[in-house]
C-alpha cells in the first residue's frame, strides 16, 4: 500500500500572497485576547490565531492579580502594595505596578459583567473545594457569596455533579474560619437529565426556562428548582449553586431563583468545563470583534520566516502552509499546560519561535521531590526585555518585533501566586500597546 | 496553540496496519498530554544511576529485563490509542456539543470517542452504543480539544463500526439512512425530470407516506430541484476550454501574465450541481474575473452525508473517484476549490483520517474553500474595498456559520470580508450549531432535537437586522430557510455581485 506523499509546499505557493494585519497575536487565552484588544484599541489592524477554542473555557472565571507572594505569603490584602517588591525577575516588575493598574482597566472597561474594580482590594470567593481564593475579579453571578460577608450561607450541591459536593465544600469553608454559618445540602436537580448530564444542559434548561418533568408532570425548571431547594433553607440569607445558572441569561436565571426562594442567590466557580470560563471568553471575542480585530481559529502556527526579524508565519491547514505576515507579532502561547512551553528528556525549549527557555542542564534539577513543593519548572519561561521582547540565551532580542505575554512568560509561579490573569492581563495589555505603537 | 508536530500527527492518521500493530507493541514513555501526536514510540531507556539516586528504592522497574507488553490485540483499524490516551477528560468537547445541550439521551463527544474506544479494547464482543448514532457529525469537538483528540475520526470509525455490526441491513432504518447519505444518487435520478421530482417530493401524500414508512420527516420541504444542473451549464460554456479562453482574457484586463499559472479544479458537490447552480456559476465567474481558468473534473459525493450515517463503503467509493482525478490535477499543479465547507472539510480532514486511498494527502493539502483560496491567492480586500453593491443583493444579510467551516477556521471569513463592503449589512447571529447537520434533521426520530438545536440560531436571525439569510452550507441553508421564511445566499454570490457585474 502506498501512501501519498505528502506536499509540503502548495503547487501555486510562488502566487501566494500573505494574509496582512499590523499586529499578528498568536494564542487566544486571556494574554492573546488583551494584547489583541490592547493594539486594536490603539488603532492598528490586528489579527488573531487561535490553534483551539480559547483555554479559558477551562479558567474559573475568576481573574486574580497576586494573592500570595512567591514566599507563600498571605492571602494578601492589597497586591498593588506587594508587586514593587517581587523579584526583578517578575513579569509584574518588567511592566511595573502602574501598568497593572492600567491594563485591569481595560479589563473593566470591556467585560462589564466583573465586580471587584471598586477597589485595590483583593476579594475574598469561596471555590468548590471549599477554600477561598483572593481574587481582584469576580463575575457579578459570585458576588453574593464573598467570604468577607457575614450572613449566613447555604450551599446546594447536585447528586449528578461530582465536581462540587456541597456539605463537603461548607465543612471546609467552616474549617477555614470564614465569619459566617455556611451548611451544604445535596439535591437532584428536577426533569429526568442522564446521570452524567452535561454542564450546558442544565444551564440550557435554565436559560430557556423549559418546563421538566417530575413525576409525570411538566413544570417550568427555574420555579421547580428554587422549590426544591426551599425545603433546605433555614435562616440563610444566601445560598450558592455550582456555576450553571445559564449560559446566556445568568443575570435573569439568578433573579428568578432569588425571587423566589426570598434570598440572595449566587454561582460558586467550578472546575473545568466551566461556564463562567466561557462567558469570560465569549465576552472578549465579542469586544475584540468590536474593535475591528480579525480572528482565526481551528488551525495552528507552525513556523516562521525571518531572521532579526519576523517577516511571516505560516498557519498548517491539513498539510497546505498559509503564510500570515505583520510588522509585529505578539506570542501568546500559553505555558507548559497550554504547550506554548514544551520540554522532553533533553530540554525545555518555545516550540515555534524557538524563544530561549533558561533551565538547568539536569532534568533531575527541575523539581522538588515533595509534591507541593517549589517547583523550578513552575517558572519556566522566556525572558524579555522590558518592552517584553524574548532574549536570546546571550541576553539580546531574539527578534526586533516580536513580544511575549503571558504564561509563556517565565519568572513566576502564578499556581502558588495565584497571579496567572493578572500577568496574562498586564503583559498582554504591554505587548499589545507596544506592538501597536511600533506597527505604525 | 502552536505546534510543529502537526505533520506527523496526519502521518499518525493515516497510519497503516502494518504501522499501527508496531506501535502497539512499544509502550510510550511520553506522559505528556501530546503522546498523540509521536508518530514512534521512544524505547523506555533503562535507568542511569543518578535517577536511582534522586528516587532511591522507588525507580520503576525500567531496567534492560524490560519487555515490552502488548497491551491491546492486533488489528488492522487505524491506530486510535495515542488520541485516546491524550484525553484527560476535561470535558470541554461536551460543552461544545450541540446535541448534548437538548438530548437528554446523548452521552456527548467524550464518551462516543476516546472513553468508547477504550471499552471496546477493554471487553470482548464490546458493541458500540446505538447513541452513535445520535452524533450529528457537526464536528465541533475537533476545534475544542485542547489535547488534539481527534475526536469526529472516532466517531466516523465508532459509527461505521455500528452501522455495519449492529444495525440490520434489513432494517427500514438503515434503508433510510442509506437512501439519505445517498442524496446524490436521488438527486441525479430527479435532475433527468426535475419540475416531476420537485412536484413528487413535496406532494403531501407522498410526504405523509415517505414519514410513515421511511422516517423521513414530512416537516421539511424538499429543496428545489435545478432545471440546468451546474455541469449542464459548464457545458454549454464551452467546459475547459472556454474557461481557458475567459481566464486569458481576464488576464490581460488585469495586467497579469497571459499565460500565468492560475489554475484550480472545481469540486461543486451535489447540491451547487442538482439544486444551487447559481452558486457554481458565481465561483466560476468570480474566478475567471482573476484569471483563474477553471475544471470540472468526474467527481462523486464528498462523502459528508454517508459519514454521518456510518456508511463509510458508500464514502470511499465515491471518495476513489474524487481522489483519482484530483490527484492527477493536483500533480499538473491545480488546486482543488470547494464551495461548500462540509465538502472542502471532508477532502481536507475526513479523507485522510477514514481512508488510505493512493494520493489522497495531496489532494488533502491542495483543498481550499473558494473564498479562502481568493484571501489567500488575491488582494480580495483591496478589490472589495472599491467595490459597492446594487440591486438585489444591496441587503443587510443574516449569517450563519456553518460548525464546519470552524476547523478549518473560516467560521469569521464571509464578516470579516464583506463587514466593510459598500451597499451591504453583514451580522453574525452567533455560534450556534443550524442543528440540521445534513441528513440528520430529516430524520423523523431526530427533526425534534434538530429545532430545538436550531431555535438559538432562529432567534438571532430575527434579532437580526436583515431579513436575507446567509451561509456557505447548503444543509445550514434550508434550515435557516424553514426556521424563518428568510431567502438564503451563498457569500460567493455576493462576491460575484460585487466584483463581476
Known amino acids: ?440 | 496553540m502552536t505546534d510543529t508536530d502537526s505533520t506527523r500527527t496526519d502521518d499518525r492518521r493515516t497510519a497503516s496496519a502494518s504501522d499501527a500493530t508496531d506501535e502497539q507493541t512499544t509502550l510510550s514513555t511520553d506522559g505528556g498530554t501530546d503522546s498523540a501526536r509521536s508518530e514512534k514510540r521512544e524505547e523506555v531507556s533503562p535507568a542511569t544511576p543518578s535517577t536511582e539516586k534522586a528516587f532511591g528504592p522507588t525507580v520503576p522497574n525500567t531496567g534492560t529485563e524490560f519487555e515490552p507488553v502488548e497491551v491491546f490485540p492486533e488489528s488492522t483499524d487505524f491506530d486510535l490509542r495515542p488520541g485516546s490516551d491524550s484525553c484527560y477528560k476535561c470535558s470541554t468537547c461536551d460543552t461544545n456539543c450541540p446535541v448534548a445541550e437538548v438530548d437528554d439521551d446523548f452521552p456527548g463527544p467524550k464518551f462516543q470517542g476516546p472513553e468508547q474506544w477504550r471499552l471496546k479494547q477493554a471487553e470482548e464482543g464490546y458493541d458500540i452504543d446505538e447513541s452513535v448514532m445520535d452524533c450529528s457529525n457537526c464536528m465541533r469537538c475537533d476545534n475544542a480539544c485542547p489535547a488534539g483528540v481527534p475526536l469526529s475520526q472516532m466517531h466516523n470509525t465508532a459509527r461505521a463500526e455500528y452501522v455495519s455490526e449492529n444495525m440490520s441491513t434489513f432494517s427500514l432504518e438503515y434503508w433510510r439512512n442509506r437512501i439519505l447519505a445517498n442524496y446524490r444518487t436521488s438527486a441525479w435520478i430527479a435532475s433527468k425530470t426535475p419540475r416531476l421530482a420537485n412536484f413528487a417530493m413535496n406532494f403531501g401524500p407522498a410526504r405523509w407516506l415517505m414519514e410513515k414508512t421511511m422516517g423521513v420527516t414530512s416537516e421539511r420541504e424538499f429543496p428545489a430541484f435545478a432545471r440546468e444542473t451546474f455541469r449542464e451549464w459548464w457545458d454549454s460554456q464551452g467546459g475547459a476550454d472556454g474557461s481557458r479562453e475567459r481566464a486569458r482574457t481576464a488576464r490581460e484586463r488585469r495586467g497579469d501574465s497571459v499565460d500565468a499559472e492560475k489554475k484550480v479544479a472545481y469540486f461543486h458537490g451535489c447540491y451547487a450541481n442538482y439544486n444551487t447552480p447559481e452558486v457554481g456559476k458565481a465561483m466560476v465567474r468570480v474566478y475567471e474575473h482573476f484569471g483563474y481558468e477553471v475544471v470540472v473534473p468526474e467527481q462523486g459525493c464528498s462523502g459528508t452525508p454517508m459519514f454521518a450515517n456510518g456508511m463509510l463503503d458508500d464514502a470511499r467509493r465515491h471518495a476513489e473517484v474524487t481522489v483519482s482525478s484530483m490527484s492527477d490535477l493536483v500533480e499538473q499543479g491545480y488546486d482543488a476549490i470547494a464551495s461548500c465547507t462540509s465538502c472542502s472539510l471532508a477532502l481536507r480532514q475526513e479523507y485522510p483520517e477514514l481512508f488510505d486511498i493512493e494520493g489522497i494527502r495531496d489532494v488533502s493539502s491542495h483543498t481550499f474553500e473558494s473564498i479562502e483560496y481568493l484571501r489567500i491567492h488575491e488582494d480580495l480586500a483591496g478589490a472589495l474595498a472599491d467595490a459597492e453593491i446594487e440591486g438585489a443583493l444591496a441587503d443587510e444579510f443574516a449569517y450563519h456559520a456553518p460548525c464546519h467551516a470552524r476547523n478549518q477556521g473560516l467560521d469569521r471569513q464571509a464578516v470579516e470580508l464583506f463587514r466593510d463592503l459598500d451597499g451591504v449589512e453583514i451580522e453574525d447571529v452567533g455560534d450556534s450549531c443550524s442543528g440540521i447537520s445534513g441528513t440528520y434533521g430529516w430524520k423523523a426520530e431526530k427533526y425534534k432535537t434538530s429545532m430545538a438545536i436550531g431555535e438559538e440560531m432562529f432567534e438571532h436571525m430575527e434579532d437580526a437586522a436583515g431579513e436575507t439569510g446567509m451561509t456557505e452550507c447548503p444543509t445550514c441553508a434550508m434550515q435557516m430557510e424553514h426556521g424563518t421564511g428568510y431567502e438564503i445566499r451563498h457569500p460567493l454570490e455576493l462576491l460575484e455581485a460585487a466584483l463581476v457585474t
Open chain 1, 1 to 440: 500500500m502506498t501512501l501519498g506523499t505528502p506536499n509540503t509546499q502548495s503547487s501555486t505557493e510562488a502566487s501566494i500572497m500573505a494574509i496582512e494585519s499590523d499586529v499578528l497575536v498568536i494564542g487566544g487565552g486571556l494574554a492573546g485576547l488583551t494584547s489583541a484588544l490592547a493594539a486594536a484599541r490603539s488603532g492598528a489592524d490586528v489579527r488573531l490565531l487561535s490553534y483551539k477554542q480559547s483555554t479559558l473555557r477551562n479558567a474559573s472565571g475568576l481573574v486574580d492579580v497576586l494573592g500570595y507572594t512567591p514566599d507563600g505569603e498571605g492571602p494578601l490584602s492589597n497586591p498593588y502594595d506587594v508587586i514593587p517588591t517581587l523579584p526583578e525577575t517578575h513579569p509584574y516588575r518588567t511592566v511595573g505596578v502602574e501598568t497593572v493598574r492600567e491594563a485591569m482597566g481595560l479589563f473593566d472597561d470591556v467585560v462589564t459583567f466583573y465586580r471587584g474594580g471598586h477597589t485595590d482590594t483583593n476579594a475574598l470567593v469561596p471555590t468548590h473545594g471549599g477554600t477561598v481564593k483572593p481574587t481582584a475579579r469576580y463575575p457579578e453571578g459570585a458576588s453574593a457569596g464573598l467570604a468577607s460577608d457575614t450572613r449566613d450561607v447555604l450551599l446546594v450541591g447536585l447528586e449528578s455533579m461530582t465536581d462540587f459536593d456541597a456539605p463537603r465544600a461548607a465543612a471546609h469553608l467552616e474549617a477555614a474560619g470564614v465569619p459566617f454559618g455556611v451548611r451544604g445540602v445535596t439535591i437532584s436537580f428536577p426533569g429526568a437529565f442522564r446521570a452524567d448530564a452535561k454542564v450546558t444542559r442544565y444551564a440550557h434548561v435554565l436559560d430557556t426556562d423549559d418546563d421538566v418533568s417530575v413525576r409525570g408532570r411538566d413544570v417550568p425548571a427555574r420555579e421547580t428548582l428554587a422549590r426544591r431547594v426551599a425545603s433546605h433553607l433555614e435562616d440563610e440569607k444566601r445560598v450558592g449553586f455550582p456555576a450553571l445558572l445559564g449560559m446566556d441569561h445568568p443575570a435573569a436565571v439568578r433573579a428568578a431563583l432569588s425571587d423566589e426562594l426570598g434570598v440572595d442567590v449566587f454561582e460558586v466557580p467550578m472546575g473545568p468545563p466551566s461556564i463562567p470560563g466561557i462567558r469570560l471568553e465569549e465576552a472578549l471575542f465579542a469586544a475584540l470583534s468590536d474593535a475591528g480585530a480579525s480572528i482565526e481559529t481551528g488551525n495552528p502556527v507552525v513556523g516562521y520566516e525571518g531572521t532579526e526579524r519576523i517577516e511571516r508565519v505560516f498557519v498548517e491547514k491539513n498539510g497546505a502552509r498559509i503564510p500570515n505576515t505583520a510588522e509585529q507579532y505578539v506570542l501568546a502561547t500559553g505555558g507548559l499546560v497550554g504547550k506554548g512551553v514544551q520540554s522532553n528528556r533533553e530540554g525545555v525549549y518555545e516550540p515555534l519561535f524557538g524563544c530561549h527557555v533558561a533551565h538547568s542542564a539536569n532534568r533531575y534539577d527541575w523539581f522538588e521531590r515533595d509534591a507541593f513543593g517549589d517547583h523550578p519548572f513552575a517558572r519556566f519561561g522566556v525572558n524579555t526585555d522590558d518592552s517584553l521582547r524574548p532574549l536570546a540565551s546571550d541576553g539580546s532580542t531574539a527578534f526586533n518585533n516580536l513580544r511575549a505575554a503571558g504564561s509563556v512568560l517565565g519568572g513566576y509561579d502564578f499556581a502558588a501566586e495565584k497571579s496567572g490573569s493578572g500577568v496574562s492581563i498586564a503583559t498582554g495589555y504591554t505587548a499589545g500597546q507596544h506592538a501597536a505603537q511600533e506597527a505604525r
